[in-house]
Nanobody, 126 residues
Framework: HVQLQAFGGGLVQAGGSLRLSCAAS????????MAWFRQAPGKEREFVVA????????YYADSVKGRFTISRDNARNTVYLQMNSLKPEDTAVYYC???????????????????WGQGTQVTVSS
């Protein structure tokens, strides 16, 4: 089992940057695919980005390509989300998620993830 806690959300102006962290506790972090999802008020939770257990492959939603970067440090049981060039439409609660390494094509679906962090609020002002 894996327990996750997200950090780093806050208020930032459009065009600014934030770095989110997700600290994991539990067994075999390096065997888990990790992802970030986000949810804005009144909207469904949506996929943002995922990273393979090894850190070798990454998958980004079209809306964040070129602006967000996911990385992981398996030695520290931590995954990061560097968010640059933030836009007001990025405003949401961001959730860290984990699953045992699985099929690549399913990484964008929330239902495939077994463990979730509590979420951290990101607010981007105009």
């Amino acid at each position: 089992h894996v327990q996750l806690q997200a950090f780093g959300g806050g208020l930032v102006q459009a065009g600014g940057s934030l770095r989110l962290s997700c600290a994991a506790s539990g067994r075999a972090f390096s065997s888990h695919d990790m992802a970030w999802f986000r949810q804005a008020p009144g909207k469904e939770r949506e996929f943002v980005v995922a990273i393979r257990s090894s850190g070798g492959s990454t998958y980004y939603a079209d809306s964040v390509k070129g602006r967000f970067t996911i990385s992981r440090d398996n030695a520290r049981n931590t995954v990061y989300l560097q968010m640059n060039s933030l836009k007001p439409e990025d405003t949401a609660v961001y959730y860290c998620a984990a699953r045992i390494r699985g099929i690549l094509s399913t990484m964008r679906f929330a239902s495939n993830y077994d463990y979730w962090g509590q979420g951290t609020q990101v607010t981007v002002s105009s």
